[in-house]
């Protein structure tokens, strides 16, 4: 396996943060206390930073003294210490020197700001500074000392350079986001200020001064409007559009007049906080269709998708820290579980198994026993919560009425409800006495919840005091309700799961209080200088923090950084902008993300847990899917059996006998008998003699399958031993989790030690009919069955392969949990078989379509018949490589018909969009039309689905799910409104409630596409932990409503006059100020503000009261989104108390950040569920975000280096260097920045930006232009990056001739959009741009279906928003822009819904009754609206989007961030591992074809380098498992791209740790099979290789035989100069005649006469047809040459040479795997001669008259020349084997040869 080159070195673990923290702290001094001291310092420097304002001063003037002296103390304390560490460890010059240490130089910033801020507070006791001063700037990094005071906690038993390097990666992921985010921001910054460009025409009085402007010039509401007649808002009669000429500070900072401004309206859109007013100016200002897609394409990625990817950013942070800080945190196992589960052992008696409490019979109080036993039973439990709830549902009955007099109204309601209130005080206190004196002290305080008890105890015993009653003491009466969370066992547990690790979430809590703290006090001493009476945010520390945490829930967050920057300087409101800003980047990306991270991490399992949750959930998976058929299949098992029987009139030879119904069969076949005999059965090595009493036989008999995993032994009686075996068995099957084989196979017994051996075989001496057996195991699908089992049986049929494969757990556990999946869905199909057999009527529709018929048939392939996209070849029957595959399976993904029908209700949605209260379908044709074409249409599909697959009784029925009852219900409403279509539609009446279920229309796509249902199937699976979230918070939500209800019911009234304070003042009218715009403008002198004559009323605020508990409920659900918290602060804290600002606080601090939070974690827990991740091991999740990242990698484009040409090689250096990209990068970044500055065609700047433009332009011309001539054209089209490119800079020639031909608007258009695609190839250049990118692609692609799901659903809502509130009146919400008139416009508005804009305030508008509106006979005559449907409407609508749907979106990202964006040290293959191989394969595959044949492969492994390089050194074998691993893939043909990588990774992993159990079988399967084979083609080789060596020993011999007769021609013809030697090759070395010359002639040479040639296992062909033999250790090669007729001349040595080619010359190479099909020669090679030549030292061939062997020296002796014999020894020895050995091996292959040729003869 490919190890993974690990980075990070172990480093001893330390005791602390690290060395430095030994030297801080006052560690130089050895006091405890004076750290101590310190530390309380720090914390008293913080209090009095805090109370250290002018405005806190006048307030309390003894402060100014206190926070004085306080500061000399502090600030005299600290000099001292730092001084005390100057002389102790020095300055510089050491090496733990104090400026060396970085804590010790933040200690010494924060001396120098004490003595900064008492400098300059005595001077401003003096007078020398005004009481009011910027100065107080100086003050503000004071409140950092906290730091100090915090510090001391952050201990941690780790290493110090890793947590930095933890919080360095961390910061880094947070930086890359970051910085994608800002690339968001800048893109939609640019368009903004291309879009729309300076938003100032506005509606004002004819012949206003621009200039001059009043509040009573502009209309009433002020109105922006366009100047364009054709486009925008038309101002009415008397007004005119003028463009003001006003400062920023007037108008407003929002606009997009240039790329600064753009930039920070984008931020606050972003926000989702005050974007739809900025969308309605854009929209009255400009055409219509900008605004609306600018805003919500803004939303969906900077708010929707950017946004949340930062939540990815800190969970797997988080994820990461919490496994380093574990020690700090401690485990989830730890807790109120293993507590109990500590305290508790397991007992058995003869009724089974069950958990006791340890001593818990014992009495551990002073009660008697009786007492004990009331304690412990289910009645005293039973009533204690039965009483809370009364308690509870009492106190919800409180109510308080407006109309009556106040004081009166709730003195005499309180008496009522104190009374009651004593009593269950006082009966709840007996209570916890009684426990108490039952359980005792100790027994009674072990358990929090009696602590928690207690707790409540003492605080109602209070509360009931007169003095404290409705108090705020009456906290503890509420709380009570959270003892009913005990009630339920699943809500407990939830809970605990949450809450209980409560280190985590308390330090989170912790955290972000102390952040507030801190920048509450920074921000107080930033603007508390700001001397404004209207202006009161940061004058005190109280409100100060208000306002910040007001930022922190983003409430109103823009109106705190407007009202401070319209009090600062022009020079100080950007840097004012900046600090808000960042703080709410801070708090709202990061803060709020700790939250969703720390609840994820409770909500997942610790890796141990996992890997068992996996066994069992398969098991699970295994068993539901078992035998289950659903109540409408069972109710015919109710009915006798009724089959339909035929007579045979014919003899059953006569033609094939049908197969019998099993069924049938089945009543006819016995059982064993009860007396059988039975052999004796033989345990392991333990042979039972149980036997030898006939009376006491054992019988094994088939029975129904139970609930067991083996099946057990039925017998009379049992004798001791054989008890003691069989509960061994039973217990050992228990712990294995073994299951039932089936009823043919044996029954294995596995055991554990001595007892029972590892097999069991069971022997029979009578056993069943087995025809009976395999009978029922060859229906419905016996061979995958056949297949399943083979393995467990040996040769007998027996298991004793079973007993084998114990060895490996795991993978016993995998193919059991298969096989029982396998057998459990053959019972099912086996019932469904025996009703299909003995019912006549089952399956057939509507119990009168035959169930054969051929009219049942062709409905069926109507219904079914659908497009397939994997169409094969007729010939090869291989897949067909299709174009835009994604298409076709588009096509095919649902059927024919369903593509029918949703085109159908597509189109009938369209038509249902055009209706409205003025343009009904009662009245229109066409809209009747569409209706009854939809309800003819559907009926009659719905018609041939029930006539295919039947209604209800029949398995595939059209009611068989939910999707199919609500086609049907939608059919029927829709049947029924089409048959009735009324005239009159009154509000509230059943006809309209008609037309809103007909909206339902549109959710029957969900039901035809089958994405989108699972999608629904999803969410609904998930609904049990979405239930428990919903009951946590409306407890809360009741807890609150109560203590609310209580506290101010009946207080909340005031007169609307806010110069009256009594209610008996409150009559006549006043005149009431008009909202008329957000514009700082003033009324003209003389003037008055715009008002008009109201009635003075005493009343509730308008949107929320909390007289009782419903309205406060609903109050306080409101504020769950953040919306509306602001009123009920002011109004709480202004007009009853300011103390009250606790309570709204901190309801939004837990129902918010908590409560609100907790949907966002059980959604994306849900889904990673539903996906298959949850369960997942860290390893395993990395391999599936591995194996998806391979998937989407793509061979790299990049042709190599055209090395033989100049030119082009010259032009690739360029293209392909590091400056060069990086200036093609800054001209991207230029051009783009040209648009910061808007293009219009009479600006001055146009031309200029547009020169530049066209010179940047030129650049990017040249650059394509070297591209192609370094690529040429079809290397450069390869690349997708290269084709957009090219397809820009098209664009912006194009641009470039328009312009300066026409310079109109359309040029100007054409010109910015081509400068924004440019703008996107900066992702392309940049890596981290690039993957967080392809996260937000890749997440829009898989939340597809999710999000036209959401859309799905708001067009159902805004259809019903037409018909409940299309006429309802304009209100504070309901506008011109924002209203249900059309469907449009619901739809437009309930998108602004989603992003929680003034949702309430919409609601409330559409609640309006009489007599605040006028009521009508129709619905579309009346302007009312309907409270109790805008309830139900509203409060649905947003808990479905915001709350679940939403937050798909975030789990989907959370998904792909982890795919994509992995640490290098985390990522199994990183992206440099992948980018490595993508280069590697760009060398070898030179035709970019992404397919390279099978032995290119061993390039690419020997080329790869990283994770990825395999040591051919070290890794021989595995090298070669590689390669045949790919080799196998394809039958040797080609591999593509992914095969490789595939390959590559699963050799890179360790695939135990990361592949789950079903694929680490198959894997573990596979790698088994190539070691197999690798090991084969090893011996293989091998062998043939000792053959090889074995022919050459046989032709030494030859040689011999050769050299004697070449001595005895050599004496005859010495006198004559001897030619180069030529050897012919006769059929037998031993036939002497064959080499002997005719008379009259003696040839030099020897003549060979053979019809045949030698072939080399080891040998190649060349070109000429000769044939070489190579082997590295022989001295010999071994051409074959193909013998030819005739007489045979002298041959020269250049002839020889020629002949034999280039065989002489070539080395020799090892036997390969492809040539493993040369097998070794047959016998016949044994009859056959080769020829032999000698090379010399240099490598050249020598041929000579004479060879001779010297048996001595084992060498050969070789003469060459006319005067004597030169000689060439060659040494022989290098064989390895001697001579004899290798004859007498050679004999005995040459006679088994010569054998088979007899017998194939």
């Known amino acids: 396996m490919l190890g993974r080159k690990q980075s990070l070195r172990p480093e001893p673990i330390l005791a602390d943060y690290g060395p430095d923290e030994t030297l801080n702290e006052s560690a130089d001094i050895e006091w405890k206390w004076v750290r101590r001291l310190l530390r309380g310092c720090a914390l008293v420097s913080l209090i009095s930073v805090c109370m250290n304002t002018p405005r806190t001063f006048d307030s309390y003037k003894f402060l100014l003294i206190f926070t004085f002296v306080a500061d000399l103390v502090v600030t005299f304390l600290f000099t001292a210490e730092m001084i005390v560490k100057m002389h102790v460890r020095g300055i510089f010059k050491k090496p733990n020197g104090y400026f060396r240490d970085r804590w010790c130089r933040f200690d010494c910033i924060m001396v120098f700001f004490l003595w900064t801020s008492l400098v300059l507070q005595m001077f401003e006791m003096m007078g020398l500074v005004p009481h009011y001063s910027y100065l107080s700037i100086l003050r503000a990094p004071r409140p950092l000392i906290m730091i100090r005071f915090i510090r001391v906690f952050l201990k941690f038993s780790m290493p110090k350079s890793r947590i930095n390097q933890i919080f360095k990666r961390s ?44 509040i009573n010039d502009l209309a009433i509401p002020d109105t922006y409007c366009s100047k364009d007649n054709e486009s925008g808002y038309q101002c009415p009669g008397g007004f005119q559009c003028v463009r003001l000429e006003i400062s920023k500070y007037k108008q407003g900072f929002q606009g997009f007049d240039e790329f600064a401004t753009s930039l920070f309206t984008v931020y606050q859109a972003s926000s989702q906080e005050g974007w739809v007013y900025v969308m309605h100016r854009a929209m009255d200002s400009l055409p219509g269709w900008r605004a609306p897609l600018y805003f919500v394409t803004m939303i969906f990625f900077l708010a929707w998708l950017v946004k949340n990817v930062f939540i990815a950013v800190i969970t797997e942070t988080f994820n990461e820290i919490r496994v380093q800080f574990q020690q700090m945190w401690g485990n989830r196992a730890t807790g109120r579980l293993a507590e109990e589960q500590a305290s508790k052992i397991l007992s058995g008696d003869d009724y089974g198994w069950k958990l006791i409490q340890i001593d818990g019979d014992k009495q551990k109080g002073i009660a008697p026993w009786p007492f004990q036993v009331i304690l412990m039973s289910a009645v005293f439990r039973l009533l204690g919560m039965g009483a809370i709830l009364a308690n509870a549902i009492v106190t919800s009955t409180m109510y308080f009425k407006t109309e009556s007099h106040e004081d009166v109204n709730r003195k005499s309601i309180t008496d009522k409800y104190y009374y009651i209130e004593v009593g269950f005080t006082i009966f709840f206190d007996c209570e916890t006495m009684f426990k108490i004196w039952c359980l005792g002290p100790k027994g009674y305080f072990r358990q929090t919840i009696h602590k928690f008890e207690l707790l409540l105890v003492v605080g109602t015993t ?248 083996t099946p057990t032994l039925r017998q009379r009686s049992m004798n001791k031993q054989l008890k003691k075996y069989f509960v061994t068995a039973l217990v050992s099957d228990s712990d294995n989790q073994r299951m039932v084989l089936g009823d043919s196979g044996p029954i ?44 467990f049986l040996d040769g007998n049929g027996q298991a004793g392969a079973l007993s084998r494969m114990l060895k490996s757990p795991h993978d016993v556990d995998i193919k059991l949990l298969q096989a029982k999946k396998q057998q459990a869905e053959m019972r099912r199909n086996q019932r469904e078989m025996d009703l299909r057999e003995n019912h006549p009527l089952f399956d057939t529709p509507l119990f009168s379509v035959p169930r054969e018929s051929r009219f049942r048939r062709i409905c069926q392939t109507i219904v079914s018949a659908r497009y397939d996209p994997k169409s094969r070849d007729p010939m090869t029957g291989q897949e067909r490589k299709l174009k835009y595959k994604r298409l076709h399976n588009l096509l095919g993904l649902v059927t024919y018909l369903d593509w029918i029908m949703i085109t159908v209700t597509t189109l009938s949605c369209m038509s249902m969009a055009f209706e409205n209260p003025t343009y009904r379908v009662t009245e229109q044709l066409s809209l009747q039309i569409a209706e009854y074409g939809f309800v003819i249409l559907m009926s009659i599909e719905l018609g041939m689905k029930i006539l295919a697959d039947g209604l209800v009784f029949t398995p595939n029925a059209l009611l068989k799910d939910a999707a199919g009852i609500l086609d049907l219900f939608i059919y029927i409403v829709s049947l029924v409104f089409a048959i009735w279509l009324p005239n009159e539609v009154p509000q509230g009446s059943g006809a309209q409630a008609i037309m809103v279920l007909r909206c339902l229309r549109p959710l029957r796509i969900y039901n035809l596409v089958p994405h989108m249902r699972k999608v629904v199937f999803e969410l609904c699976r998930g609904f049990k932990e979405i239930l428990l979230v919903s009951v946590l918070l409306i407890v809360l939500l009741f807890v609150f409503a109560s203590y609310g209800v209580q506290m101010f019911g009946g207080k909340m ?40 004559t109201v009635p003075r009323v005493w009343s509730n605020p308008r949107r929320f009261d909390f007289d009782n508990i419903g309205n406060a409920m609903l109050a306080l659900f409101e504020t769950l989104s953040f919306k509306g918290w602001l009123d009920i602060r002011d109004v709480l804290g202004k007009s009853i108390q300011p103390m009250h600002f606790i309570y709204i606080h901190v309801f939004v601090f837990l129902g918010c950040m908590i409560g609100v939070t907790l949907f966002v974690g059980v959604v994306i827990a849900n889904y990673s569920q539903n996906k298959g991740t949850a369960l997942l091991t860290v390893d395993q999740r990395r391999w599936c975000d591995l194996k998806k990242r391979l998937k989407i990698a793509q061979p790299l484009h990049l042709p190599p280096r055209p090395d033989g040409h100049a030119v082009r090689c010259i032009a690739y250096d360029i293209t392909q260097n590091i400056w060069f990209k990086r200036f093609i990068a800054l001209a991207v970044l230029i051009n783009s920045g040209l648009l910061c500055i808007r293009w219009e065609k009479e600006g001055s700047a146009t031309v200029t930006l547009s020169s530049i433009s066209t010179m940047l332009t030129c650049i990017f011309v040249f650059e394509v232009l070297m591209k192609v001539i370094a690529f040429t054209l079809l290397g450069y089209w390869q690349s997708r990056r290269n084709r957009y490119d090219l397809f820009v800079t098209v664009m912006g020639v194009l641009w470039i001739a328009l312009w300066y031909m026409f310079q109109g608007d359309i040029a100007v258009t054409f010109g910015y959009t081509v400068i924004i695609l440019r703008f996107f190839t900066i992702t392309g250049k940049h890596a981290t741009l690039k993957m967080l990118m392809l996260t937000v692609v890749v997440s829009v692609y898989k939340s597809f279906f999710i999000i036209m799901g959401m859309f799905l659903l708001i067009v159902f809502y805004g259809f019903a928003g037409v018909i409940l509130f299309g006429t309802v009146k304009y209100g504070e919400g309901l506008s011109r822009h924002a209203n249900f008139g059309t469907a449009t416009k619901g739809v437009a508005m309930l998108f602004r819904i989603v992003t929680g804009e003034d949702w309430n305030k919409i609601m409330h508008d559409c609640m309006v009754q009489p007599p605040y509106c006028t009521q009508g006979e129709n619905f579309w005559q009346t302007d009312c609206g309907n409270k109790t449907a805008a309830l139900a409407y509203f409060c649905s609508f947003y808990v479905i989007i915001t709350y679940i749907v939403l937050n798909l979106l975030v789990a989907i990202i959370m998904e792909n961030f982890t795919l994509f964006y992995s640490n290098e040290e985390d990522a199994l293959l990183s992206y440099a591992d992948i980018r490595n191989f993508q280069n590697t394969w760009n060398v070898v595959d030179i035709h970019q074809r992404g397919l390279i044949p099978v032995r290119r492969v061993k390039f690419i ?84 290789g000792c053959l090889k060596r074995i022919r050459a020993n046989q032709h030494q011999n030859l040689i011999k035989g050769f050299a004697a007769a070449t001595e005895q021609q050599t004496t005859l013809i010495n006198e004559q ?133 010297d048996e001595q020296q084992s060498k050969f002796s070789l003469g060459v020349g006319p005067g004597g014999v030169k000689k060439a020894e060659l040494q022989s020895s290098h064989f390895g084997r001697r001579v004899g050995d290798i004859q007498n091996w050679w004999g005995e292959l040459s006679a088994s040869d010569e054998q088979e040729n007899h017998i194939t003869n």
Not at 1061 to 1086: D, H, N, Q
């Open 1501 to 1584: 492994l020997r080329l790869l380098r990283g994770r990825l390089q395999v040591d051919l050194l070290k890794d021989k074998l595995l090298f070669k498992h590689m390669c045949y691993e790919v080799e196998r893939l394809h039958n040797g043909e080609d591999v593509t791209f992914h095969d490789v990588l595939n390959m590559l990774s699963y050799r890179s992993v360790d695939i135990r740790k990361s592949l789950q159990l079903e694929e680490l079988l198959a894997r573990e399967e596979l790698e088994y099979i190539i070691e197999e084979e690798v090991a084969k083609q090893t011996i293989r080789s091998w062998l043939e």
């Open 1053 to 1092: 009234a005031r007169c609307n006059d806010p110069n009256i304070t009594s209610r008996e003042l409150c009559t006549g009218v006043f005149k009431r100020r008009i909202y008329v715009t957000k514009m700082r403008l003033e009324p003209a002198l003389g003037e008055r503000y715009p008002a008009f």
């Open 462 to 709: 209070i509360h009931i005091i007169p003095n404290f009653y409705l108090s705020p003491m009456t906290y503890f009466q509420v709380l009570r309700v959270f003892r009913l969370i005990k009630a339920s066992p699943m809500l407990e547990d939830f809970v605990h799961k949450i809450f209980g690790p409560g280190k985590k979430l308390g330090s989170l809590v912790i955290f972000t209080m102390c952040l507030l703290i801190i920048t509450s006090s920074i921000s107080m001493q930033l603007f508390c200088f700001l001397t404004d009476t209207n202006f009161t945010k940061f004058e005190t520390f109280p409100e100060a923090f208000m306002s910040m945490f007001q930022i922190l829930t983003q409430e109103a967050w823009v109106e705190v950084m407007d009202e401070t920057m319209v009090r600062t300087s022009d020079t100080l409101a950007p840097i004012v902008a900046i600090y808000f800003i960042l703080y709410h980047l801070f708090v709202t990306l990061i803060v709020l993300s700790l939250f969703v991270a720390v609840i994820l991490d409770n909500l997942q399992l610790d890796e141990d847990i996992k890997k068992l949750k996996q066994l069992k959930f398969r098991e699970q998976s295994a068993e539901i899917k078992g035998s289950w058929l659903p109540w409408r299949l069972r109710m015919f098992e109710k009915f006798p059996d009724s089959p339909k029987m035929a007579r045979l009139n014919k003899l059953p030879s006569d033609f094939i006998l049908p197969k019998v119904r099993e069924s049938f069969m089945r009543q006819f076949v016995s059982e064993v008998d009860i007396e059988d005999n039975i052999n004796p059965i033989i345990l392991g090595n333990h042979k039972l003699d149980w036997c030898a009493d006939e009376r006491e036989p054992l019988l094994y008999r088939k029975q129904k399958i139970l609930k067991l995993l």
């Open 1617 to 1749: 100069p001897e030619p180069p030697l030529t050897f012919g090759v006769g059929q037998s070395p031993m036939v002497s005649n064959a080499a002997t010359p005719s008379q009259g002639q003696i040839s030099p040479g020897l003549v060979a006469q053979s019809g045949s040639s030698v072939t080399s296992p080891a040998s190649y062909q060349d070109h000429q047809g000769h044939i070489g033999a190579i082997h590295p250790h022989a001295p010999f090669h071994q051409p074959s040459i193909t013998s030819t007729t005739g007489s045979l001349g002298p041959e020269p040595k250049s002839a020889l040479k020629q002949k034999l080619g280039r065989s002489l010359d070539e080395p020799l190479s090892h036997v390969s795997s492809s040539s493993r099909s040369d097998s070794v020669s047959s016998g016949s090679d044994t009859k056959r001669l080769s020829f032999l030549v000698a090379k010399d030292g240099q490598g050249q061939s020598v041929a000579g008259e004479g060879m001779v062997w």
């Open 748 to 791: 294995p017994i596995p055991g554990k030690g001595g007892g029972i051996g590892n097999q069991a075989t069971v022997n029979f001496k009578h056993r069943l009919d087995q025809r009976k057996s395999i009978r029922r195991s060859i229906r419905s699908g016996s061979l995958k069955m056949k297949q399943t089992y083979e393995h």
């Open 171 to 214: 910061s880094q992921q947070i930086y890359n986001v970051t910085l994608f985010f800002v690339f968001f921001m800048s893109l939609y910054g640019l368009l903004g200020v291309q879009f729309f460009g300076e938003l100032r025409n506005h509606c004002v009085l004819n012949g206003t001064n621009p200039r001059n402007l009043t």
